[in-house]
């Protein structure tokens, strides 16, 4: 997206709470996260990571690790979920999002790390992604996850996703959501007023 500004990617941070209202920041992946993002790869359980990736990691191939820090490439973007723990800021959640201009789409996948799970932090992750979805001007936001992951599943139901047979490969299912949220309706500030410099400087842009 021509109007996020790459050079200051900390003002596109959102400061929101867990379940249980634990602070928790949503922020694009930095360099200085190399490590840390894949030391909580690493320590995802075996099944957490096969639901992520689909098949069986122990860890993200140097090649995919190098996209995951490629914040804007293809209109591809990372975002890590941290939190302060022990006083170090933790991963605890990632997300992965591209924009497909072509059909106005935004696609995603996303992780948890085990020991944060059922604290709501997907939830927020799902909730922050449709803020961005809705920045781009998508018309839909938009997953895939294997038939066998029930948590995956579930969370996206919750979240107001219906599901559809995937096209290509019968073990997974795709769930999808409208957006259709005007620029100035947009909950999270940082991407209401990132919709807002997009319409103003596309004035044909939908609202």
């Known amino acids: 997206m021509s109007t996020l500004r790459l050079d200051d990617l900390k003002q596109y941070s959102d400061s929101l709470r867990t379940r ?28 957490s990571r096969y639901n992520r990736f689909f ?17 804007g490439d293809r209109e591809r973007f990372s975002v890590v979920a941290t939190m302060m723990v022990d006083g170090f800021e933790t991963i605890v959640g990632e997300v992965r999002y591209a924009f497909h201009a072509e059909t106005s789409t935004v696609e995603f996948g996303l992780s948890v790390d ?5 604290h709501g932090i997907g939830s927020a992750l799902l909730k922050n992604l449709e803020c961005r979805a809705a920045a781009f001007g998508a018309e839909h936001l938009y997953g895939d996850t294997l038939r066998s ?16 047979n995937h096209p290509d490969d019968w073990k997974l299912v795709r769930f999808d959501k ?30």
Not at 55 to 71: N, R, T, V, W
Not at 114 to 118: A, L, N, P, T, Y
Not at 149 to 164: R, V
Not at 181 to 203: D, N
């Open 20 to 47: 249980h209202g634990e602070p928790l920041t949503l922020r694009f992946v930095e360099p200085r996260d190399t490590e840390e993002l894949q030391h909580y790869f690493r320590s995802l359980s075996t099944r």
């Open 55 to 71: 098949g069986a990691i122990s860890e993200l191939p140097k090649g995919l690790l190098h996209d995951f820090l490629q914040i």
């Open 114 to 118: 085990d020991r944060w799970q059922g």
């Open 149 to 164: 992951n029930e948590t995956m599943i579930s969370l996206a139901g919750k979240s107001g996703f219906a599901f559809i």
């Open 178 to 207: 409208q957006i259709a949220t005007a620029p100035k309706e947009i909950p999270c500030a940082s991407w209401r007023l990132a919709a807002l410099s997009r319409q103003a400087a596309s004035p044909s842009a939908s609202a």
